[in-house]
Nanobody, 121 residues
Framework: QVQLVESGGGLVQAVGSLRLSCAAFGRIFSINGMGWYRQAPGKQRVLVADITRAGRGNYADSVKGRFTISRDNAKNTVYLQMNSLKPEDTAVYYC???????????????WGQGTQVTVSS
């Protein structure tokens, strides 16, 4: 089985910064795309940013220029550096990874448990 473990959430004032981390553990043969999603109260979960195995990032318009996604393939870890935070960034942030488990030919999307980010004005 595969687990994604997130860390780095918390409470921060507007224009502050936070860095989220998400590490994948378990019977992993390979990880393809990794990403971060967020879900605000009463709203749907939406993509924040994702990154290919080669390191090419893709961002939601609302975070372009403020957030940076990166990954360390050797550590099976994805990061989200969040700068110039705004109150509207407040949400539960979830990481996601497309994983090929050891001994399997198929790919499965796994999710982290979520980490709360709260930005005060």
């Amino acid at each position: 089985q595969v687990q994604l473990v997130e860390s780095g959430g918390g409470l921060v004032q507007a224009v502050g910064s936070l860095r989220l981390s998400c590490a994948a553990f378990g019977r992993i043969f390979s990880i393809n795309g990794m990403g971060w999603y967020r879900q605000a109260p009463g709203k749907q979960r939406v993509l924040v940013a994702d990154i290919t195995r080669a390191g090419r990032g893709n961002y939601a318009d609302s975070v372009k220029g403020r957030f940076t996604i990166s990954r360390d393939n050797a550590k099976n870890t994805v990061y989200l550096q969040m700068n110039s935070l705004k109150p509207e960034d407040t949400a539960v942030y979830y990481c996601n990874a497309d994983v090929q488990s050891s001994g399997s030919y198929s790919w499965t999307a796994f999710w982290g448990q979520g980490t709360q980010v709260t930005v005060s004005s």
